[in-house]
């Protein structure tokens, strides 16, 4: 038998060789497949950074488009069109009639590089706002910037023509827009703001911060009052053919204004429109030689120092000469007058020697204390300082006696007016409602000083030069003033500033009234004479007459030993309380403690508060 013999196993290594090449089989194979693997881990590579990109993107658009907050309007508020909630808070006058307020409104953006065709855009965006200029509107969508303003402050209208254009990349933003209800009225106290509801003058301005933390600015002003002061000077400044005028009326007692005007004005509804001139604010920006008027500091200088009574006579027998100037006066009498005398007849000869026999030292420290060479301290930025001498010289104490060679605003005038009457006290003028508390005042002359100055101011309108401004049974007093406007190192004599200030009653004074008229021409009613008593005095007793109807004062009740008056207001409604919210698990805990009525917004027509014991409240209204 022949054995065969079973032949050995391969290698291990052959073995495993043998293996791996059933299983990729050739060398070209196994290249193949290398290739296969690294295109998927390429691939997979790939996915995971366009993950990541499109991860920012997102992030980036949820950033700006939900929670940037900038200039440029978010796409989120763009197209639902905005809600905003209002900021700036409303202006209202003494009895809470709402003088300036903010509401919503639309404002039309566009991004120029989502426009197709910018030129045919811009014509049909002048469709729907003509008072637009083709070549602006096209040079904006032309643009490479991301965003522009086409118009802001839509009206309802023009948003809903340039919604329907249709126009894409043009778009809306929700925003404010100041308003004045009242349009012209109180335009320089209440100035304006800006597109951005930003205050850039009168107290918009002052108050911007108050305004702008939403709370509501409630002013000493009666809009009532100021439209009849505003009716009566636009209607002096067309009869006499004026340049411009101003009118003041402040409460003597305080120093809150009740009422301000200066013509020309404007309308703060339409601040693009609004000039320089319009702009300005004759009473506190206008500083003018106020004439005669002056004539009343001058004379409570006098009394006050103890050195002058009213029996004491200055000599007004001839015109004054000094260096290569003349004092005349426009009444001459020729003769010595009493200091009763001098005041009615309002003569500069003896005015001029009162002041100098007072010492200038003693008429400069007057005049500082009575604000008359600093700007007022009041809620305007408009205000300007006066202009006076810096070296004050003797012949600067005689011209400034009469009002000459010192320049003040009219404000100045009723401010110091008011403290020469009111018992002595110098309060800074207010154009908010005051207390008490807020402005105890500063005492400048003697209440026996300021009962004399009441009798001489009531002389001059009963005998004087202010008797156009009497109305019977109100004890009207005040003092004219007329001075020519300087002009190149002299005065133009037919370029008068016309001034009355007139104050009542005079036996317990309350309202100082002022009306200035800027180049008033003379006319035959008053026999071609544009001098303050003729053309400035009879607005004072309208507006007078106006101020006891308004108010509803009568005769009777300004007689001696009766309490004072008070102007009634409106005080402004306590804030509403936020409703507290109660879980459900309380609710039926303690049922009558929990069922509490939330407070009651009190209304802008609620009764006044009850004057103060002694007190007579006028007005309520």
Do not use: C
């Not at 003494?94 to 409104?105: F, K, M, W, Y």
């Not at 001139?277 to 106020?290: D, I, K, P, S």
């Not at 018992?423 to 508390?437: C, D, I, Q």
């Not at 936020?578 to 929990?594: C, E, I, N, T």
Request: hydrophobic share 40%.
């Amino acid at each position: 038998m022949r054995l065969w013999r079973r032949s050995a196993s391969p290698e291990p290594a052959a073995a495993a060789n043998a293996a791996a090449g059933a299983r990729y089989g050739a060398a070209q194979d196994r290249l193949k497949g290398d290739a296969q693997e690294t295109a998927r881990q390429r691939l997979v590579i790939a996915s995971v950074l366009f993950a990541m990109t499109f991860v920012a993107v997102g992030l980036r658009m949820g950033y700006v488009s939900l929670l940037r907050d900038g200039a440029e309007p978010t796409q989120r508020v763009a197209a639902r069109g905005g809600s905003i909630q209002s900021e700036r808070a409303d202006i209202v006058d003494r009895n809470g009639a709402v003088l300036a307020t903010s509401v919503p409104v639309m404002s039309a953006f566009v991004n120029p590089r989502l426009l197709l065709d910018p030129p045919d855009a811009a014509r049909k965006i002048l469709t729907a706002l003509p008072d637009l200029k083709y070549e602006e509107v096209r040079e904006k969508l032309e643009g490479d910037q991301t965003f522009v303003w086409i118009k802001r402050g839509l009206s309802p209208r023009e948003h809903d023509r340039v919604n329907r254009l249709g126009i894409p990349g043009l778009e809306f933003q929700a925003e404010e827009r100041r308003i004045y209800p009242q349009g012209t009225a109180a335009a320089h106290v209440l100035g304006y703001a800006s597109v951005d509801n930003t205050g850039l003058a009168g107290v918009e301005r002052f108050f911007d911060q108050q305004l702008q933390s939403g709370e509501t600015l409630q002013l000493a002003i009666d809009l009532r009052l100021q439209r009849m002061i505003e009716r009566e000077i636009a209607a002096a400044v067309k009869k006499f053919s004026a340049i411009g005028a101003t009118a003041i009326v402040m409460d003597a007692t305080n120093g809150e204004i009740l009422a301000m005007a200066s013509l020309p004005t404007y309308d703060p509804n339409s601040s693009r429109t609004i000039t320089n001139e319009a702009l300005f604010n004759r009473a506190t920006l206008g500083v003018y030689e106020q004439g005669s008027t002056f004539k009343i500091f001058n004379t409570a200088m006098a009394l006050d120092t103890g050195r002058a009574t009213l029996s004491s006579i200055f000599d007004a027998s001839s015109p004054i000469k000094i260096d290569r100037f003349t004092i005349n006066d426009d009444h001459p009498q020729r003769r010595p007058l009493t200091v009763p005398e001098l005041f009615k007849f309002s003569s500069n000869i003896a005015s001029a020697k009162m002041a100098v026999a007072m010492g200038t030292d003693t008429q400069r420290a007057f005049f500082d204390k009575i604000g008359f060479l600093k700007p007022l301290n009041t809620q305007l930025t408009e205000v300007a300082g006066p202009l006076y001498p810096r070296h004050w010289m003797t012949i600067n104490t005689m011209t400034i006696a009469f009002g000459h060679g010192i320049s003040v605003t009219p404000l100045h005038l009723a401010t110091g007016s008011a403290a020469v009457i009111n018992g002595g006290t110098l309060f800074s003028p207010s154009m908010v409602k005051r207390t008490a508390a807020s402005d105890p005042g500063k005492r400048i002359i003697q209440a026996k000083t300021s009962t004399m100055m009441r009798q001489l101011l009531r002389l001059n309108v009963v005998e004087g030069t202010g008797k156009k401004a009497d109305v019977p049974g109100y004890e009207v007093g005040g003092k004219t003033g007329t001075a020519e406007k300087p002009f190149r190192g002299g005065y133009r004599q037919k370029a008068l500033i016309s001034t009355f200030v007139g104050m009542f009653p005079m036996n317990d004074p309350k309202f100082v009234v002022l009306v200035s008229l800027d180049e008033p021409k003379g006319i035959a009613e008053t026999g071609g004479y544009a001098t303050a008593g003729m053309v400035a005095a009879p607005s004072v007793k309208t507006i007078i007459e106006n101020i006891v109807s308004l108010y509803g004062i009568l005769p009777g009740d300004l007689k001696e030993g009766l309490p004072p008056i008070e102007i009634a207001s409106t005080p402004l409604p306590a804030p509403v309380l936020p409703p507290q919210f109660v879980p459900a698990s309380a609710r039926h805990r303690g049922a009558q403690d929990q069922r509490k009525a939330l407070p009651v917004r009190s209304g802008l027509n609620q009764t006044a508060a009850a004057p103060a014991t002694g007190v007579r409240r006028v007005a309520a209204e």
